[in-house]
C-alpha cells in the first residue's frame, strides 16, 4: 500500500513571497502520477499541479511548480508570489499505476498573510 | 472543461432516513467516479470506486449495505446513505475521472447532518 505524508500541517508566508510545501511518499511501484490539490474554505478540491513518474521534467503551472525527486521519493510544491487567495489546505496526493487509487496526505495549511 | 457537480450541497436529516447524494460529470465522460468522506480538518478517505455498469468496490470497513452506490451512466453516479445515524454526518465528496486521463475532478461536496 502506498503512503503519503505531509509532515507539515501548517504553513504561513506573506503576501508576494515564495513557500514551498513538502511532500514524501513511499511506493514499489515504478510508474504512477503525483498530484497537488487545494481545498480552500469552500472545500471544493482544486487540481493545481500534475506530475507524472516517468518524466523527469518538472512541472509547473503558473506560479506553481514541483520539485519531484524520484529515487528520494519526494514531490515538493513550490509557490511563487504568493496571494491572498492561495489561503487553503493543500493536499498531496498519489495515484497508483492502475489508475484505482487516489492516496492522499494528511493535508498542509497555508496561511497567506497581507 | 472537467467539471464534477454534486447535489445537494447540504442536507439534514433526522436519523433512520435514507438520503442520496448525486454526482454529475457535466462535460465529459466518467468512466470512473470515486466516493470520499472528509472529516473536520482531516484528509479525504475513499469510501468506493465505481466503474460504470458495474458494481462498486468499496474500501475496507465501508459498509457496503450502508452506503449503496450507483453509477448507472458514465456522467452519473449517486451515493446512497441508508438509515442515517449521527455519526455518519460528514462531508462526503465525489471525484470522477475519464477514459482519457487519470486525474480525478472532484465535486463541491456534500455536507451531512444527521440529527
Redesign the interface.
Known amino acids: 500500500a502506498q503512503t503519503v505524508t505531509q509532515s507539515q500541517p501548517e504553513m504561513s508566508v506573506q503576501e508576494a513571497e515564495t513557500v514551498t510545501l513538502s511532500c514524501t511518499y513511499d511506493t514499489s511501484e515504478n510508474n504512477y502520477?503525483l498530484?497537488w490539490?487545494k481545498q480552500p474554505p469552500?472545500?471544493?478540491?482544486?487540481?493545481v499541479i500534475?506530475q507524472e513518474a516517468y518524466k523527469q521534467q518538472n512541472a509547473t503551472e503558473n506560479r506553481f511548480s514541483v520539485n519531484f525527486q524520484k529515487a528520494a521519493k519526494s514531490f515538493s510544491l513550490k509557490i511563487s508570489d504568493s496571494q491572498l487567495g492561495d489561503t487553503a489546505m493543500y493536499?498531496c496526493a498519489f495515484?497508483n499505476n492502475a489508475?484505482?487509487?487516489?492516496t492522499?496526505?494528511?493535508?498542509t495549511r497555508l496561511m497567506v498573510k497581507p | 472543461g472537467a467539471v464534477v457537480s454534486q447535489h445537494p450541497s447540504r442536507v439534514i436529516c433526522k436519523s433512520g432516513t435514507s438520503v442520496k447524494i448525486e454526482c454529475r460529470s457535466l462535460d465529459f465522460q466518467a468512466t470512473t467516479m470515486f466516493w470520499y468522506r472528509q472529516f473536520p480538518k482531516k484528509s479525504l478517505m475513499l469510501m468506493a470506486t465505481s466503474n460504470e455498469g458495474s458494481k462498486a468496490t468499496y474500501e475496507q470497513g465501508v459498509e457496503k449495505d450502508k452506503f449503496l452506490i450507483n453509477h448507472a451512466s458514465l456522467t452519473l453516479s449517486t451515493l446512497t446513505v441508508t438509515s442515517a445515524h449521527p455519526e455518519d454526518s460528514s462531508f462526503y465528496i465525489c471525484s470522477a475521472s475519464g477514459a482519457s486521463t487519470d486525474t480525478q475532478y472532484f465535486g463541491p461536496g456534500t455536507r451531512l447532518t444527521v440529527l
Open positions: 502520477y498530484f490539490y469552500s472545500r471544493q478540491m482544486i487540481l500534475r493536499f495515484l489508475g484505482n487509487m487516489l492522499f496526505g494528511g493535508g
